[in-house]
């Protein structure tokens, strides 16, 4: 199995980065989508932004130019970096990794991202 464990959250001022990890424990090749949601008290579960298998990344609308997410496959593990960070960004923020039957799906314990106004 394929443990993923998110860290890199915290608490910052409206403006400020993150930058969020989220660590595999092993090889992510295989994987057909490696993506970040979030999710906020009250709201239902956004995509925020993910690769395919063929290493294109789509992002949702209201965090472009904003967030980026890249990967290292040396190191296995996939990340986000967020700037320009908004108090409508204040959610726990976890990595999902799909890979079909032939992989499996999983998913992180997220990690808590707030934002001070």
């Known amino acids: 199995q394929v443990q993923l464990v998110e860290s890199g959250g915290g608490l910052v001022q409206a403006g400020g980065s993150l930058r969020l990890t989220c660590a595999a424990s092993g090889s992510i090749f295989g994987f057909n989508f490696m993506g970040w949601f979030r999710q906020a008290p009250g709201k239902q579960r956004e995509l925020v932004a993910f690769?395919?298998?063929?290493?294109?990344?789509t992002y949702a609308d209201a965090v472009k130019g904003r967030f980026t997410i890249a990967r290292d496959n040396a190191k296995n593990t996939v990340y986000l970096q967020m700037n320009s960070l908004r108090p409508e960004d204040a959610a726990v923020y976890y990595c999902?990794?799909?890979?079909?039957?032939?992989?499996?799906?999983?998913w992180g314990q997220g990690t808590q991202v707030t934002v001070s106004s």
């Open positions: 690769f395919t298998s063929l290493g294109r990344t």
């Open positions: 999902e990794f799909r890979g079909g039957t032939t992989w499996g799906d999983y």
